[in-house]
């Protein structure tokens, strides 16, 4: 009986001290991961419309992964690139400040010096102070070198000089040559028997080109591209050599995937910032073979769900990996839709009912609204309260907001301090801010926005999109009046008078 008492006294000991010692190390866990930083991704598409996800709307498409963050996070309806094309966006997702600022920060060629001084704060720069590792996969179109790019050298500056401990990327677009992937300042593939030369104004010698060379072309130029032919699409810009090192257009999406996902691996351990320039849907439109035709609205939708599959597996990726809870993710896109952007690829004669623009007026180089409204969402597994914002934000805001997030004021720059508003905890918004389009500017404040008088076509005709220029201004109550259709100018002076007041004052 006293051998029985004992042996359950012993059992019970074991019992308690195990309990105590699991509850100390759960405890423990949850202190760890709540001091934690968390990690950082920007998920960054390349001329995605406002009404081409179904959960912004979309009837047409499904992209029930991007709906899976939306549902899990902020959407917000009222999401902003800082202007209507892709390097001013980019140029101010990363710096903070506004791109109209920076003269230069217009569309670059594929061998345009680097357009970031290597002495301005930058996004992955202010990370790294607080501890963080930093990475750019994907689209860059920032520019390179400081004038002349030798690409059989190390070229730089580049990523790496701006704040990114690692980088792997296209140069530019996809459509612009060099059509090589630079793995931290050095093609890859290269073979220096056969070196790389590239130029914008002639072709060298002997080169075969969209006009010289037609019967070379599985993809027909439609405006613009009409250059050198790589994988039979016609390209901007001339190149010669580097035959080994030329990417493959159909597996781009997946081999971005492979080296994000990989990054993430090899990453884990530390607080990171990963940027995933994904670039679709960007023309060239090229989907790997498996999703040709899933879309039935040609090359454009199918990148789309092309991205869409690319942003799962990467998802599943961050939950096997241990870090999804741990890790904010910001979704958005460079600029508004555009259908036909330089080539035939059916994605305006199988429109259909999609619209890419969601209601929206303009389209991508446009002062109206869908050149620079977004699908914009944050996510943060257990920390963001799924909901809806109307709230007014920009990508430019992200260095201020997320300098807040890790114990660093950014407050000096165009970026305004929206954490609260990112992760849910607040519906205020920004109260002004200026949009570009092509250097022209214009002013969304509250529910209005105003476009200056501006010289110029009315319509880009090359891709039929309204540019949002005149010669009178134009006022908008956009909560009565999304889709731009009246002009309340001279119906409303006063307000007109206010908001080119204001608009004056944040221009100084």
Known sequence: MRNTFYRLLVVAIIFVSFSCKNSTKESQTAVDTKNNKPNIIVIYLDDLG??????????????????????????????????????????????????WRNKKARILAGNAPLLIDTKQQTLPKMLSKAGYQTAIIGKWHLGLGSGYVNWNETIKPGPNEVGFDDSYILAATQDRVPTVYIDNGHVVGLDKKDPIEVDYKKNFKGEPTAKSNPEMLTMTWHHGHNNSIVNGIPRIGYMKGGEAAKWSDIDMADHFLEKAKNYVKTHKDKPFFLYYAMQQPHVPRTPHPRFVGKSGMGPRGDVILEADWCIGEFMKTLEEEGVLENTLIVFSSDNGPVLNDGYYDEAVEKLGNHDPKGGLRGGKYSLFEAGTRVPFITYWKNHITPNVSDAIVCQIDLLASLGNLVGIDESTTDSKDLLNTLLGKSQKGRDHLIIEAKSHTALRSGDWIMIPPYKGNTINKKVGIETGNSLEYKLYDLKNDIGQQKNLAKENPQKLKEMIQIFEGLKL
């Not at 179904?54 to 902020?74: F, H």
């Open 50 to 99: 406002y009404g081409d996800l179904s959960c912004y709307g979309a009837t047409e498409l499904q992209t029930p992964n991007i709906d899976a963050l939306a549902t899990g996070g902020v959407k917000f309806t009222n999401g902003y690139a800082s202007s209507a094309t892709c390097t001013p966006s980019r140029y101010a997702l990363l710096t903070g400040v506004y791109p």
